[in-house]
């Protein structure tokens, strides 16, 4: 199996993982969309009768409104409370060299043993 096929089923393995997780993750939406729209409708029938249509109509609204309201302010509390990411430094340490360089080692070891004896 040569590398280019080991690295294909991985990504085809992960890929369908995701896939599926957004598909389902499709599916919840939905669910929760029909939902909040079964309960919309029983909630202003139930207001209706109670305050009139105008008014329930109002109400649902305004909860709407609010709930949106709630959750903008949520990301943007959550978005002023990130912290910067730390910037990397510009020159590698002393060991990430050294880690480098036995990398580059062996590649070059394994790329002149592939050849078979024929060094140009």
Do not use: C
Not at 55 to 63: E, K, P, S
Not at 66 to 91: H, M, N, Q, Y
């Amino acid at each position: 199996m040569s590398l280019a096929n080991i690295a294909a089923s991985a990504a085809e393995r992960l890929f369908s993982a995701l896939l599926w997780r957004l598909l389902l993750v499709l599916l919840a939406l939905l669910s929760v969309i029909a939902a909040l729209y079964h309960f919309t409708v029983a909630g202003t029938l139930a207001l209706e009768l109670q305050v009139g249509v105008l008014y329930a109509r109002l109400i649902v609204g305004g909860i709407y409104a609010a709930v949106a309201l709630l959750s903008a302010g949520g990301l943007w509390f959550a978005s002023r409370r990130a912290e910067p990411a730390p910037k990397p430094d510009a020159t590698p340490s002393a060991r990430a060299e050294q880690l480098a360089a036995l990398i580059e080692a062996v590649m070059v070891g394994y790329a002149v043993s592939r050849k078979g004896g024929k060094t140009t």
